[in-house]
Nanobody, 128 residues
């Protein structure tokens, strides 16, 4: 069992920056690939970014590539999402998630069904 708690959400102006954190507790954090997903009102939850167990490989949705950066600190059991130059369309509840399944495939790491554990989410609102 892994417990995930997100923090760092809030209101940010378009073009600014924001860093989300996700603290994990429970089983060995480094055994899990980690992902960030988001859900806007009236929309399905969608993939944002993912990172391998060691942190050497990262994956991004096209909509955030070049603006967002995912990283992890296994010594602190924490994964981060640095949001640079956010846009109003990035407004959503952001969730972090953990999966013990890691194949290296983008198809797998972006698949919501592959993730076993989820945080409660943190709201990010980007004003224009």
């Amino acid at each position: 069992q892994v417990q995930l708690v997100e923090s760092g959400g809030g209101l940010v102006q378009a073009g600014g920056s924001l860093r989300l954190s996700c603290a994990a507790s429970g089983r060995a954090f480094s055994n899990y690939a980690m992902g960030w997903f988001r859900q806007a009102p009236g929309k399905e939850r969608e993939f944002v970014a993912a990172i391998s167990r060691s942190g050497t490989r990262t994956y991004y949705a096209d909509s955030v590539k070049g603006r967002f950066a995912i990283s992890r600190d296994n010594a602190k059991n924490t994964v981060y999402l640095q949001m640079n130059s956010p846009k109003p369309e990035d407004t959503a509840v952001y969730y972090c998630a953990a999966t013990p399944i890691y194949s290296g495939s983008y198809v797998d790491v972006s698949n919501i069904d592959k993730y076993w554990y989820w945080g409660q989410g943190t709201q990010v609102t980007v004003s224009s």
